[in-house]
């Protein structure tokens, strides 16, 4: 949901919504590490990403933990693009890259 209490079921998610969840997922799957990243560790773990100063703060350690757990990479360019809409192929891609992290598929 969004801090004004509204859900938007009809909304659009960008990326660094989805690695918002995505870190939540990680967690409830029991993983430790990153557990207690910093915003000091997430902004040097992103700062090889040509646009991680377009991260929101709110979304700025979730979106290191990804990238440091390597469910999301960036693009060939080097950029995150956080604010961007996922397309289903994107999707697709980081759940597979979530499931082969954590040995759900193999």
């Given at each position: 949901g969004y801090g004004d209490g509204t859900f938007g079921p009809e909304r659009?998610?960008?990326?660094?919504?989805?690695?918002t969840i995505m870190a939540r997922v990680m967690e409830y799957l029991g993983s430790t590490e990153n557990k207690n990243m910093t915003m000091d560790a997430a902004k040097e773990t992103l700062s090889k990403f040509k646009d991680a100063d377009k991260v929101a703060d709110w979304a700025k350690i979730n979106?290191?933990?990804c990238v440091a757990a390597d469910v999301v990479r960036g693009d060939d360019k080097m950029f995150l693009n956080p604010n961007a809409h996922l397309t289903r192929a994107e999707m697709s891609q980081l759940i597979y890259n979530l499931m082969m992290n954590y040995a759900l598929i193999g």
């Open positions: 659009n998610i960008t990326r660094q919504e989805v690695m979106m290191a933990k």
